[in-house]
């Protein structure tokens, strides 16, 4: 079963009709009421191609069929489409991760350099524009690094040589056509984490940092801090380590806290990853096992070149996880849904987006 719940499964009046109401003097008098959410956009590729070659040639034909492969996942299309499922919800928060800018170029295999790199897709700012194209108000209130992988050369068959750069980058997104009394941000943060995996490749072992960002908040008064992150997936220590830096570091507040990422954790079916686990032993909730807790609210994965005709989702990894004064009241599954798609049959991502409601500040 691979439900789309619909927000109006729980009776609550939503955020946009508070904001049209007369607010009191002390916007605290209201709820800390608000609505975030997490997105894995999906870059294209899960560079799989070259992570088992052991020869130069298989290298070379691996980066061009990355490439190749990014460009049918047509990213510009699929951020008009990610787009209208982030509308559909109107967070004031959105954590987005895989948010890439790629770059290819020409390379002489003579002089063995690549020559002036030209940059293919922007993925942030195609889904920016895409935003402000629908009607909808967001900024950029953190952009932090994860990796950025510089011109390598690659291989087009039968015999087009080519380069490839990308930078990838975890986003947290916020609104800006709601009045401070109802939500504000602050305090941009981020980081690396210590612990990463190294990938072996004929080139020499390529490094593949993690990162996190976080912004405090605040909810009609009620403050809150928000942490994006991408955790490790090809190593299952390496993630608990991520974790376990993550609630040593920007975790570690007394604040009301809200983590929404793709933890590469699972969280269902059984069993559950130790690292997920890790998470409800330091006390945190699980925003939709606690609103849904018979519901499988599957959040990956399609495949990746996005274009598989049935829904392949078939494990929940895409988290909101809260720790403190912070109580849900409705959580949704976006972009999971066939109708989701572009008009050629792509989906909006790999993932589904967890669109979460919460109030601030209470038990």
């Known amino acids: 079963m691979k439900p789309i719940i619909a927000?109006?499964?729980?009776?609550?009046?939503?955020?946009?009709?508070?904001?049209?109401?007369?607010?009191?003097?002390?916007a605290q008098s209201f709820p800390g009421i608000g609505i975030v959410m997490t997105y894995n956009v999906n870059e294209g590729s899960?560079?799989?191609?070259?992570?088992?070659?052991?020869?130069?040639?298989?290298?070379?034909?691996?980066?061009?069929?990355?490439?190749?492969?990014?460009?049918g996942t047509n990213p510009p299309k699929r951020m008009q489409a990610v787009a209208k499922q982030i509308l559909a919800s109107q967070p004031e928060l959105i954590n987005l991760q895989e948010v890439d800018q790629w770059y290819s170029g020409a390379f002489d295999p003579r002089a063995g350099t690549c020559g002036t790199m030209t940059l293919q897709y922007d993925m942030l700012q195609e889904l920016l524009n895409a935003l402000a194209a629908q009607g909808g108000h967001y900024e950029v209130a953190v952009q932090v690094t994860q990796y950025a992988f510089p011109p390598t050369p690659?291989?087009?068959?039968?015999?087009?040589y080519i380069c490839v750069a990308v930078n990838d980058y975890n986003v947290v997104l916020a609104r800006t056509d709601?009045?401070?009394?109802?939500?504000?941000?602050?305090?941009?943060?981020?980081?690396?984490?210590?612990?990463?995996?190294?990938?072996?490749?004929?080139?020499?072992?390529?490094?593949?940092?993690?990162?996190?960002?976080?912004?405090?908040?605040?909810?009609?008064?009620?403050?809150?801090?928000?942490?994006?992150?991408?955790?490790?997936?090809?190593?299952?220590?390496?993630?608990?380590?991520?974790?376990?830096e993550l609630r040593a570091g920007p975790a570690s507040t007394s604040?009301?806290?809200?983590?929404?990422?793709?933890?590469?954790?699972?969280?269902?079916?059984?069993?559950?990853?130790?690292?997920?686990?890790?998470?409800?032993?330091?006390?945190?909730?699980?925003?939709?096992s606690t609103v849904f807790p018979k519901s499988a609210g599957f959040t990956c994965c399609q495949d990746e070149a996005d274009n598989?005709?049935?829904?392949?989702?078939?494990?929940?990894?895409?988290?909101?996880?809260?720790?403190g004064k912070v109580v849900p009241w409705g959580a949704a599954l976006i972009g999971a849904d066939p109708r989701s798609r572009t008009p050629d049959g792509l989906w909006p991502s790999d993932h589904a987006a967890v669109a979460a409601g919460v109030i601030v500040g209470s038990n």
């Open 46 to 71: 899960d560079f799989l191609q070259v992570e088992g070659t052991t020869s130069l040639p298989q290298f070379l034909l691996g980066v061009g069929q990355i490439l190749t492969q990014v460009q």
């Open 255 to 288: 604040l009301p806290l809200i983590i929404a990422m793709d933890s590469n954790a699972q969280a269902f079916p059984l069993p559950q990853d130790p690292t997920y686990l890790d998470f409800m032993s330091a006390g945190f909730n699980d925003v939709w």
């Open 7 to 26: 927000w109006a499964v729980v009776v609550i009046v939503p955020v946009a009709a508070l904001c049209a109401m007369a607010l009191p003097a002390t």
């Open 178 to 244: 709601l009045p401070s009394s109802i939500f504000q941000w602050s305090n941009p943060q981020s980081g690396q984490f210590v612990n990463i995996v190294s990938l072996p490749t004929p080139v020499g072992p390529v490094p593949l940092p993690r990162s996190w960002a976080s912004v405090d908040a605040q909810f009609f008064g009620h403050p809150l801090r928000f942490i994006d992150t991408h955790l490790e997936s090809f190593s299952p220590t390496i993630r608990q380590l991520q974790a376990g």
């Open 154 to 160: 690659g291989l087009l068959p039968p015999a087009t």
């Open 308 to 323: 598989n005709p049935v829904s392949q989702l078939s494990e929940r990894i895409d988290l909101v996880l809260t720790l």
